[in-house]
């Protein structure tokens, strides 16, 4: 009889189902960018139980906001809190990237690097991880050194990418030590008096 009395009370007195959730507020412009920058945005959508996704898909594809383009894109490819479809994904990717998000650019011009959901391709890998790199997207940067170091690539572009690295800023103490090693690596690709006229130049937008 207590074990029936229990489970009854149990029942009755505890919460019903989602009844606990708390409303999440949808991301501003500068959160959402942030969770990029950091590649949390997947992790948080899931964190906050998948309640935004109409929202997110509405910023989409309504608003046609980039950071939003980017999430839904990544959520649809990885099949974050949605059915999974790579293609649509990487077409929302695109968008975000034609409209200037840098993390956007990045992100197809590593993809094309790499062969991620798509064939490797690495003049288009150039194209996208240049266009990152002058609105100071470190990560592009970086790759494109690696790039280069595999004989891909301009040596007319070395120039412009040791400057960006020049003036790159970073509180990350590992950060800092790479890229003070990419530019070595670069310095030695050409002349001395190239190497000091790009620390002067200033290449970013």
Known sequence: M???????LLLTLSPAKGQNLQAVQIYTDDQLLSLIKE??????????????????????????????????GDML???VCVKKDIELGLHYMHLAADQGLSEGLEQIGR???????????????????????????????IRLVNIYE??????????????????AVTDDKVVHKKIKQLKKQLATKMPTHVVAAAKKADYTN
């Open 2 to 8: 207590r074990i029936f009395l229990a489970l009854f």
């Open 39 to 72: 590649n949390k945005h997947l992790s948080q959508v899931v964190l906050d139980e998948c309640q935004l996704v109409q929202d997110i898909e509405a910023r989409a594809i309504k608003a046609k906001k980039p950071s939003y383009q980017f999430l839904w």
């Open 150 to 167: 595999q004989g891909y690539g301009s040596p007319l572009d070395y120039p412009m990418l040791y400057s960006q690295l020049h003036h």
């Open 111 to 141: 993809y094309y690097h790499v062969g991620k959901f798509m064939q490797v391709d690495m003049m288009q890998a150039i194209v996208y991880l240049k266009a990152a790199a002058a609105m100071n997207n470190l990560a592009a940067q």
């Open 77 to 79: 490819a990885y099949g």
